[in-house]
């Protein structure tokens, strides 16, 4: 199983809004609307940001959404706050049950 | 709340074994499906295996198929990772997680390191 790909960063500026792009194949993202976003800060585990493609768990920031388009998934950080640069991470569920990751993505607030 | 507590990580020599637990607490146990997620030094994100709730369903990454084998004794609200052959290519932090609906990785304990060196 081959990893989902992901940018390996982005950057912006705080207040602005960046998206991270995460690309499969029919057999995952594009097969189903299991597509999950995780933040990893260094040192720490990966935090659930965005759960089935766009939904948000409890706690999470109304500035955080996801979306999907064929095999492409995206998350979207709106107004960029200094707290948000981490790496974060794309999973998706596969017609193999199992999971894949993206490589990760680098994102830097300037 | 949610917490998972990795243990049993450490050095091992190639080939060796090593069983690595997670304990939960703050949630049903028993009600959730779990899995193991590995993270090499300075890499990303390596799904492992996942564990159905009463243990009946397990799936496993190409990389560890029959090498690693999942468990769970919800009587001790606790799941396992028994890890056999190991190689240096398995050196990661290794984390378990708890499932959200069958198929969302939610929570992530703090992870137990494993490093694989003669």
């Known amino acids: 199983q081959s990893a989902l790909t992901q940018p390996a960063s982005v950057s912006g500026s705080p207040g602005q809004s960046i998206t991270i792009s995460c690309t499969g194949t029919?057999?995952?993202?594009?097969?189903?609307?299991?597509v999950s976003w995780y933040q990893q800060h260094p040192g720490k585990a990966p935090k659930l940001m965005i759960y089935?493609?766009?939904k948000r768990p409890s706690g999470v920031s109304d500035r955080f959404s996801g979306s999907k388009s064929g095999n492409t998934a995206s998350l979207t950080i709106s107004g960029l706050q200094a707290e948000d640069e981490a790496d974060y991470y794309c999973?998706?569920?596969?017609?193999?049950?199992?999971?894949?990751f993206g490589g990760g993505t680098k994102l830097t607030v300037l | 709340q949610v917490q998972l507590v990795e243990s049993g990580g450490g050095v091992v020599q190639p080939g060796r074994s090593l069983r690595l637990s997670c304990a939960a607490s703050?949630?049903?146990?028993?009600?959730?499906?779990m899995y193991w997620v590995r993270q090499a030094p300075g890499k990303g994100l390596e799904w492992v295996s996942f564990?159905?709730?009463?243990?009946?369903?397990?799936y496993y990454a190409d990389s560890v198929k029959g090498r690693f084998t999942t468990s769970r004794d919800n009587s001790k609200n606790t799941v396992y990772l028994q890890m056999n052959s190991l190689r240096a290519e398995d050196t990661a932090v290794y984390y378990c997680?708890?499932?959200?609906?069958?198929?969302?990785?939610?929570?992530w304990g703090q992870g137990t390191l494993v490093t694989v060196s003669s």
């Open positions: 997680a708890k499932d959200r609906s069958g198929v969302v990785i939610e929570y």
């Open positions: 703050g949630f049903t146990f028993s009600s959730n499906a």
């Open positions: 564990i159905w709730y009463d243990g009946s369903n397990k």
């Open positions: 029919s057999s995952d993202v594009g097969g189903y609307n299991y």
């Open positions: 089935d493609v766009s």
């Open positions: 999973s998706s569920y596969t017609s193999r049950s199992t999971w894949v």
